[in-house]
């Protein structure tokens, strides 16, 4: 009798345990849930405690630079497939990693798919994407250090957003393979030599040190290099060319902190990381120690000037063109006026910088659009906005036949808005019908955020923020 109750008793707690372990059981990672519109995260940094209230705010479902890209052209089904950091219908500021496209066949977009929730309001962990020689889609979704895990995720099927998979990646290091659980500022590029990302590790040693990694099958990966650990790290942004990729990055000055960020470098690899380089050739060792080496292009700690990186192009010629911001300090606000935007251009034989325009913030973005040899474009929120002096504005096209020696505003996009329009990314393999898209929020409170994207003439065209159908036709916005 005795045995009996002791076994009965066991049975009944081994239920109860698996009943409790069932019931706390954390949500599965990959959601693959629609969602019945498209609504971007609002996302704030730093208060600042003057009028402009942080220091930088808004609505971020494109951001940030260092995380690219957001949208890509597929000509096999002639759509346009993107991501973006959405937020919930209650909730503005509850971060979900969004997947959709533009068919250009039909002109209309379907309801988005729900990837994961990331379990945070920070859109530092905004996804990009990829896509495989096969047609699938990636989906790497980024941290904001190491306090949360990444993931990659693949679509089940290709060109189909409805059903992704969780993919547990490895990296190489030394005779073995670990798991690759955190990522942060994640770029991929994707071409005849399988996945290539550059993205920036945690304490690796410096606070922000900048990697790069390669992969034929997006499963397996190459160890990680370092690239630069100087000061406290770096950011980057990179870019892939014909026959190379490349990354430009600042830096931060080891006694100043983050907020200071200066100089201006670039290195390339031609051969998938084996063996990095100057933009002339020289052999580098890696990472980069020193803040005058080789790779750096222009000294702007001896000026005083803080460095905000856009976006990096090749040219025709395989060379690199450079986008980004130079200010003279980090709060927003008159004060660190002009926040002047510059491209530098190599030539062949040197590096030639030019100025673009100036904007209001130093989180103004937008990117390049290398159309022909007469025609570059930059499309980013460089008007004045409703929330002046804080991030984005009103957005405009401006057009150098000079390759960028020179530029004239070609047309504003917006005008007239209730919120500034922030964070400008062009599509890889660039439609015309699907140019750019970005994200719009109010810069200094919480806010509602709409999706938006462009095509190559400056017409702007708002996503449906609420769906009554399986897919829409985004709404043209005029000109007020």
Known sequence: ??????????????????????????????????????????????????????????????YCSKHKPFAIYCEQVNKTFFCFGGATADDNRKLLHMVSYFDHETNTVPRPTILLDKQTDDAHDNPVISVDDEGHIWIFSTSHGLSRPSYIHRSKRPYDIN?????????????????????????????????????????YPAARTICFMSSVDGREWSAWQKLAAIGQGHYQVSGIGAGKAGSMFNYHPQSKGLNWRTNLYYIETADNGDTWTTVDGKELTLPLKDIHNKALIHDYEAEG????????????????????????????????????????????????????????????????????????????????????????????MWKSVDQGATWSKLRQLTKGSDMNHTYIRRALNTHPDFFAIWADGHGRKPSHSHLYFSNAAGDVFQLPRTMESETAQPKRIELK
Not at 166 to 177: F, H, N, Q, W, Y
Not at 183 to 202: C, I, L
Not at 366 to 383: C, F, K, S, Y
């Open 1 to 62: 009798m005795k045995k009996l109750l002791g076994l009965t008793i066991l049975l009944l707690a081994t239920a109860l345990t698996n009943f409790v372990d069932f019931a706390v059981a954390e949500e599965p990672v990959t959601l693959n849930q629609k969602d019945d519109g498209y609504r971007g995260v609002w996302y704030m940094n730093q208060p600042s405690g003057d009028e402009y209230v942080y220091k930088y705010s808004g609505g971020l479902g494109t």
């Open 163 to 203: 059903e992704f998979e969780l993919v547990e990646a490895t990296r190489s290091k030394g005779d073995d393979r670990t798991p690759i659980t955190n990522f942060s500022y994640m770029q991929m590029w994707h071409s005849g030599n399988g996945f290539q990302a550059f993205f920036t590790r945690y304490n």
């Open 305 to 396: 000037l803080n460095v905000y990186l856009k976006d990096l192009r090749y040219d025709t010629n395989d060379r690199p063109v450079l986008l980004y911001i130079t200010s003279k300090g980090y709060e927003s606000g008159p004060k660190n006026d002009p926040r002047t935007w510059m491209l530098a251009r190599w030539t062949g034989s040197e590096w030639k910088r030019s100025p673009i325009t100036t904007s209001d913030n130093n989180y103004d973005a937008g990117e390049l659009w290398l159309l022909d040899e007469d025609d570059w474009r930059v499309i980013g929120p460089t008007e004045k906005g409703p929330q002046p002096y804080n991030p984005g504005g009103e957005v405009a």
